[in-house]
């Protein structure tokens, strides 16, 4: 199959040596996005522990290449010197790294940036030397007022800038969206969910239990995820019902506290189960097999976490906020009071108590358009549209050919020699 255009990823967020888990889902639009065009990921971080400058890794799976450059950061003990050298150094990386894909690889058509904002600066600057476009693709739960995060005035005009030079921004929610708009409204803006792969998350049966399994997954956060009330609720459900566990999956920083809280709660190993880090296929496999998956999030973008319950036809609890409610209806799940820890304790109780009702393959069906191929075609039409924009930017910008001469008549053209030809000499 020949791929059409060249697309460069640029992603602040990407798995690496320190976090596997960081900016997954750049996978996932990786991958969906080199089913039809031609991917090559570029991602850079510092690593203060290098004994030399620089270590590159350059990998080719999941149908699209990837070079992951590590460099060595430099610490004074002054905090302020410190992130201005590793920036400094950052971008000097990136740069270099970018001409030595170019020798390898080719020009770009396309960059697509994930997460701003650093990894935007080289997207800013290709287009301004090389006249290459980029869009953005954005993940960050940052904007939301309710996360508590403070955007400084110099970073909101750098933010400003690099979106409105984009030709398109792209949010995985609608919430996302309006949220970025309090930074710029002047965007090409457009909702592109996350990619799931539907190959791997898919229906698989079950055989009649006695006991219902629930799943959470998450990073197991108490400001974000709410992941502490959902242990105190399974402890109040757990007075009244035995016919039921809770499996988690997780390795967050606050993987030890929760353990440590579940434990005195007395449900540790009795109703709740820690598996910490699993691999992507056995994610799949325990989710598949559950029979429901909670989410009691205080503010969220999209999840992915969700998409893949759902693409398993596993219906969601989750909290009635923006993100979450964009998914979440009667037909695939529960949408309960944020942060109403006795709301959430009776609708799990209701859930171990009534027949199931939901429908598992109606359930994946309307969930593909969070697969691969679903995400695929979107992004190729986005990228194949900012090609055809700049393709016509070009044109309009060509100076016109000079107009072409009619050709003289010959009585005319023999008058006017005579009139302008030297006299003799």
Not at 321 to 326: A, D, L, M, V
């Amino acid at each position: 199959m020949n791929k059409s255009l060249k697309i460069l990823f640029l992603p602040k967020w990407y798995p690496n040596r320190f976090d596997a888990l960081d900016g997954i889902f750049v996978v996932d639009h990786a991958k969906a996005a080199a089913r039809k065009n031609d991917v090559f990921l570029l991602f850079v971080h510092s690593d203060a522990a290098l004994s030399g400058s620089k270590t590159i890794t350059y990998n080719k799976s999941g149908g699209f290449a990837e070079m992951i450059v590590y460099f060595r950061s430099i610490k004074t003990g002054i905090l302020f010197i410190d992130r201005l050298f590793t920036a400094i150094r950052y971008f000097s990386v990136q740069f270099r790294s970018y001409y030595q894909i170019k020798k390898i690889w080719g020009r770009p058509d396309i960059t697509h940036v994930h997460v701003l904002l650093r990894s935007s600066i080289l997207a800013c600057w290709l287009k301004k030397i090389e006249n290459i476009p980029y869009i953005i693709t954005e993940h960050w739960t940052g904007y939301d007022p309710k996360s508590g995060k403070k955007i400084n005035p110099f970073k909101k005009k750098l933010l400003k800038y690099i979106i409105k030079k984009s030709e398109a921004v792209t949010t995985v929610s609608g919430c996302l969206q309006e949220n970025m708009k309090r930074i710029c409204k002047e965007a090409n803006y457009l909702h592109i969910s996350n990619a799931i792969d539907e190959t791997i998350f898919c229906i698989q049966p079950k055989k009649p239990a006695a006991i219902k399994k629930l799943i959470h997954v998450s990073t197991l956060s108490d400001h974000q995820k709410n992941f502490g009330k959902i242990l105190q609720a399974i402890a109040e459900v757990s007075q009244q019902r035995k016919d039921f566990e809770l499996h988690i999956i997780g390795k967050g920083i606050e993987r030890k506290k929760q353990m440590e809280r579940a434990q005195k709660l007395n449900i540790l190993d009795r109703f709740v189960f820690f598996h910490g880090y699993l691999p992507k296929q056995e994610v799949a496999q325990m989710i598949a097999t559950s029979d429901l998956m909670i989410m009691f999030s205080k503010f969220e973008n999209q999840p992915c976490v969700i998409l893949e319950s759902l693409l398993c036809g596993v219906p969601v609890l989750a909290s009635d906020i923006e993100g979450t409610n964009e998914m979440i209806n009667e037909k695939n799940g529960i949408r309960v009071v944020p942060n109403d820890m006795q709301m959430l304790q009776n609708t799990i109780l209701s859930f171990l108590s009534e027949k199931p009702t939901f429908n598992a393959a109606e359930i994946r069906k309307n969930a593909l358009i969070y697969g691969y191929e679903t995400v695929a075609e979107k992004l190729s039409a986005l990228y194949s549209s900012v090609k055809k924009q700049q393709a016509k930017k070009i044109s309009r910008q060509s100076p016109a050919p000079p107009p072409r001469q009619a050709i003289p008549d010959m009585h005319t053209a023999a008058s006017s020699a005579e009139v302008q030809s030297p006299p003799p000499v």
